[in-house]
């Protein structure tokens, strides 16, 4: 694969990641942060060195999907590095846990903030980076793109046919960036009651977006109240049921990342 576009000397924080995988969507809402949080879990219970990072500053969501014990980050005075918090071996940075709630602030400085929470956080050695991305792809998610070397993105989507047009947005900017798209998660698709499937946005865009874009897996995931109910609970659902189904699609795209 091409070489990631990124900006200037990889920041010292980074150097001892492997995989950087960027969790993205267009629009607020369609479980992007779920997915997130599920996938890193999922790797992490495979056996590798997991970080999560919640990019989101505007409505973190880390703070309420995860129930890590310390829930502000340290400052280490001597070396200004952030000491992450840590929930089941799985190492968290979220502006949520900077004690300052939600940022209201422009995007110039909310790179800023992104940026400098990203770079001088105690990574150490991990196998992957989990990036919780900002929704949508403009300017701050860019600058994101650029300090950090991805090194593959999954797109998060709802089956609707409107969403498409979200889904090539966000396939086209990392194109840009030379990032590759390894995965398309097409979330609440279907629920089963009485013995029969449901599909209540409909069927078949998930196939137009392998088809046109050439993204190589794509994964359909149930809307279930259990996945809803362990996001407000702060213990993930593939941690809460491991033989569950929706924990063996997290299985699943895990080894596709
Ligand atoms: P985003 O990060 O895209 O804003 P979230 O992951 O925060 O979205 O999800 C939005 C809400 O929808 C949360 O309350 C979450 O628990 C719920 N949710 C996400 N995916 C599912 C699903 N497959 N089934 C049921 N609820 C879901």
Not at 80 to 96: C, D, Q, W
Not at 222 to 229: G, K, Q
Request: net charge neutral; hydrophobic share 40%; proline share 7%.
């Amino acid at each position: 694969p091409a070489k990631p576009v990124f900006a200037g000397e990889l920041p010292k924080g980074l150097q001892s990641i492997s995989n950087i995988i960027a969790v993205s969507s267009c629009k607020g809402g369609v479980g992007k942060s779920t997915i997130a949080v599920n996938l890193a879990y999922t790797l992490a219970g495979m056996g590798a060195r997991v970080g999560i990072f919640d990019a989101d500053v505007y409505g973190p969501s880390l703070p309420t999907m995860v129930s890590p014990e310390n829930r502000l980050l340290e400052m280490n005075p001597e070396t200004r590095t952030i000491l992450p918090a840590e929930y089941l071996g799985v190492k968290l940075v979220s502006f949520g846990f900077t004690g300052q709630g939600r940022a209201i602030m422009r995007g110039p400085m909310v790179s800023g903030v992104i940026n400098q929470l990203l770079t001088t956080a105690e990574w150490g050695e991990l196998d992957y980076l989990i990036i919780d991305m900002p929704p949508g792809t403009g300017d701050i998610q860019l600058t994101l793109c650029q300090v950090a070397p991805l090194t593959a993105a999954v797109i998060v989507t709802t089956p609707q046919k409107l969403a498409f047009i979200d889904v090539a947005k966000g396939v086209r900017m990392f194109s840009k960036l030379k990032v590759p798209c390894v995965a398309v998660v097409e979330n609440m698709c279907y629920f089963d009651a009485d013995g029969k499937r449901y599909y209540p946005f409909g069927k078949g865009s998930g196939t137009q977006v392998v088809q046109q874009f050439g993204i190589p897996h794509l994964f359909d995931l149930p809307i279930r109240s259990t996945l809803s109910a362990s996001g407000d609970s702060g213990t993930p659902e593939v941690v809460a049921d491991p033989q569950g189904d929706v924990a063996k699609i997290f299985q699943d795209l895990g080894v596709c990342v």
